[in-house]
């Protein structure tokens, strides 16, 4: 069985600071990683996703995030916040072995950005 | 924009009521599903539909019914709710549920309030 962990349940971070969400997870089989944002009253958008090859994957909303196989993680970066990006961000996970497949939520990071 | 349409938005019903909660996905897809998001929780998937038909059932309690007549619209149907019941539900969609490496789009919900 595969688990996704998402440590920090808030991040404070001043405006144009850079910010670093987590995002560490367990599976025996491989992964497809990705990270989705929820805005207040919304569903979950997309923000990236990565399958294969390059380990460092570019997103929407200036998003970047690494994946570390030996340290099972694939934390969520942005060099510079905005306001806008004041919303709760998702680690999600996603495996298929055989005929099983599933997909599991991280609980999220409610991210704050101070004016 | 979102793909994805729910309505209600809110909805609000005693323990005895019965209604119903409703999903459009205008995007093609052939893969609906629908979550259920409580606070401080990952986000639980309930019901998966590919081309229809039923192809998961998260161990849901029967007083939640789903319903999917066409690859475009899913119903979820409630009666005889718990107050823990209430939540966010959400309901998603992705081109085929085999293809792991889709993500799912997301609807913005329907937030319930059991009294």
């Known amino acids: 069985a595969q688990s996704v962990t998402q440590l920090d349940s808030q991040v404070p971070v001043f405006e144009e600071a850079p910010v670093e969400l987590r995002c560490n997870y367990s599976?025996?089989?491989?992964?497809?990683l990705f990270w989705y944002v929820q805005y207040p009253n919304q569903g979950l958008q997309l923000l990236l996703k990565?399958?294969?090859?390059?380990?460092l994957v570019k997103g929407i909303n200036g998003f970047e995030a690494e994946f570390n196989k030996s340290q099972t993680s694939f934390h969520l970066r942005k060099p510079s916040v905005h306001i806008s990006d004041t919303a709760e961000y998702f680690c999600?996970?996603?495996?298929?072995?055989?005929?099983?497949?599933?997909?599991?939520f991280g609980t999220g990071t409610k991210l704050q950005v101070i004016p | 924009e979102t793909g994805v349409t729910q309505t209600p938005r809110h909805l609000v019903m005693g323990m005895t009521n019965k209604k119903s909660l409703k999903c459009e996905q205008h995007?093609?897809?052939?893969?609906m599903y629908w979550y259920k998001q409580s606070a401080k929780k990952p986000l639980e998937l309930m019901f998966v539909?590919?081309?229809?038909?039923?192809?998961e059932n998260n161990s849901v309690p029967s007083r939640f019914s789903p319903e999917c007549p066409n690859s475009s619209h899913l119903f979820l149907h409630l009666h005889t709710l718990q107050p823990e019941d209430s939540a966010l539900y959400l309901c998603?969609?992705?081109?085929?549920?085999?293809?792991?490496?889709?993500?799912?789009?997301f609807g913005d919900g329907t937030r319930l309030s059991i009294l």
């Open positions: 999600a996970v996603r495996v298929r072995a055989g005929g099983y497949q599933k997909v599991t």
């Open positions: 998603a969609s992705s081109q085929v549920w085999g293809q792991v490496n889709q993500p799912q789009h």
């Open positions: 599976s025996s089989v491989s992964v497809y």
């Open positions: 539909y590919n081309f229809k038909e039923q192809t």
């Open positions: 995007l093609g897809h052939n893969a």
């Open positions: 990565y399958l294969s090859g390059s380990t």
